[in-house]
């Protein structure tokens, strides 16, 4: 079956960088987009941006430009976040998922099946 | 502040049928597809309904979804103990060029 298993949870310091990555399996890698969102303690969901597998090409949101990369590891079918500069306030669970690209007006991805979440937390 | 605006809560009896809401704008609800995510306690988020009304193979059919305009519900018959959780409705803003969601809604099961 479709799973996203991501890695474990990070500590890191203000001001430093985190990398999450999120393995998949179950499917063809390159058929489906990745896709990010996180979620703050206690707090609702928030998009962080997607990485086409096939072409490579990533859209950030525009909150995060220069701070996030996404990055791929086709050779084992994984995808990387790599989030720098950190505050406290990107304290969160971050979850890939597959994305499932959808043409109406515009394009883009909508989340199909999630990732396990990898709690970052950034404290000093 | 979530651009997408539900309740922040709802609840039910076992057997009943409760409604979620949600409202957007013409940028968002109106113009795309809504998708609804239903996150269990501890859990991560998983795919209720995409386009607005399709059910993901093994959804049960107690949950449905509809939209009208700027706004969307997501409705739940049948209600049992296990559907108790957070429902958060979404969609692209294709003004924004983003996916945006609402702060979502907890269900509890009286």
């Known amino acids: 079956q479709v799973q996203l298993v991501q890695s474990g949870s990070e500590l890191k310091k203000p001001g430093a960088s985190v990398k999450v990555s999120c393995k998949t399996s179950g499917y063809i890698f390159r058929n489906f987009a990745i896709v990010w969102v996180r979620q703050a303690p206690g707090q609702g969901l928030e998009w962080l941006g997607w990485i086409n597998t096939d072409t490579g090409n990533s859209m950030y949101a525009q909150d995060f430009a220069g701070r996030l990369v996404f990055s791929l590891d086709t050779s084992v079918g994984a995808a990387v976040l790599q989030l720098s500069s950190l505050t406290a306030e990107d304290t969160a669970v971050y979850y890939c998922?597959?994305?499932?690209?959808?043409?109406?007006?515009?394009?883009?991805?909508?989340?199909?099946?999630w990732g396990t979440g990898t709690t970052v937390t950034v404290s000093s | 502040q979530s651009v997408l605006t539900q309740p922040p809560s709802a609840s039910g009896t076992p057997g009943q049928r409760v409604s979620i809401s949600c409202s957007g704008s013409?940028?968002?609800?109106?113009?795309?597809?809504v998708y609804w995510y239903q996150q269990l306690p501890g859990t991560a988020p998983k795919l209720l309904i995409y386009r607005n009304n399709q059910r993901p193979s093994g959804v049960p059919d107690r949950f449905s979804g509809s939209k009208s305009g700027t706004s969307a519900s997501l409705a739940i018959s049948g209600l049992r103990s296990e559907d108790e959780g957070d429902y958060y409705c979404?969609?692209?803003?294709?003004?924004?060029?983003?996916?945006?969601f609402g702060g979502g809604t907890k269900l509890t099961v009286l």
């Open positions: 979404a969609g692209w803003d294709d003004t924004l060029r983003g996916w945006v």
């Open positions: 998922a597959r994305g499932i690209m959808e043409v109406a007006r515009d394009f883009y991805y909508y989340l199909d099946v």
């Open positions: 013409p940028s968002n609800i109106e113009r795309t597809y």
